[in-house]
């Protein structure tokens, strides 16, 4: 349903991109380079999926090339939040977190232009790179007895019941025992932009993730767990250009 919902909501923008590019004069909307930052929301992540860098160049009128770095908080589809007493929120059954370190390098071709001040940009995307994964414990605080309570990485052998956990452990806690995975990534996208000045730019990208790593990754240990992710995402972004 989710996939459904983004797939809906791409074609929307770009038909009403198309037809805004085919009816505005380019005009004087040239540049060379641009910075972009960006937050990310996918269906592999969180409220938050992630944050991103892109520094673009251009090869031709309507070509560019870019280099760019994703850092996101991949999660297993079985992931579910479970409310304590205390009004904690948790994962029961999650062992590890997946923070996925992208670098890649890739290629955007722009259909139509916008005119300054007004109209759409409407491009098409694509880029390739290695990914690091660090998979850092996952920390719960339990009650062992009425006094005492402890923080620790969550283990299916010890922790059989989610009554007796508390919440989740401080955050970044036990991220000196990750462990790295190595793998690669791709993904391809339509950016829209809507920027009305020149030298700024305010936009939207939505597109398709695949990740890969050379092993699996133990997020839950008692359900099935993946070496290869996908996802749909949206990433609102704003930078400059000159």
Not at 36 to 43: H, P, S, Y
Not at 200 to 207: A, D, S
């Amino acid at each position: 349903m989710k996939g459904i919902k983004y797939t809906v909501a791409l074609f929307f923008f770009l038909f009403s991109g198309i037809v805004l590019g085919q009816r505005l004069d380019a005009g004087d909307y040239e540049y060379d380079t641009e910075i972009l930052i960006g937050i990310n929301k996918n269906t592999n992540g969180g409220l938050v999926g992630g944050f991103s860098f892109k520094y673009g160049m251009r090869i031709d009128d309507t070509n560019f090339q870019f280099f760019g770095l994703d850092l996101a908080n991949v999660k297993n589809p079985k992931e579910v939040r479970n409310t304590t007493v205390l009004g904690n929120s948790f994962i029961f059954g999650k062992s590890n977190y997946l923070y996925s370190i992208r670098p890649y390098y890739g290629r955007e071709r722009i259909l139509f232009k916008k005119a300054p001040q007004q109209g759409v940009q409407v491009s098409v995307l694509g880029a390739v790179g290695p990914s690091i994964g660090v998979i850092a414990p996952y920390f719960i605080e339990y009650t062992v007895n009425r006094v005492e309570t402890v923080r620790e990485q969550f283990d299916p052998a010890v922790h059989q019941s989610r009554f007796n956990i508390l919440g989740p452990g401080r955050i970044f806690e036990g991220i000196g025992g990750s462990d790295i995975a190595f793998g690669a990534n791709a993904k391809a996208a339509v950016n829209f932009e809507f920027g009305v000045f020149k030298s700024n730019v305010t936009g939207l990208e939505l597109g398709y993730q695949l990740e890969g790593f050379t092993r699996e990754i133990p997020l839950m240990p008692t359900v099935e767990n993946r070496q290869v992710f996908q996802s749909v995402y949206f990433t609102f972004f704003y930078g400059f250009r000159k």
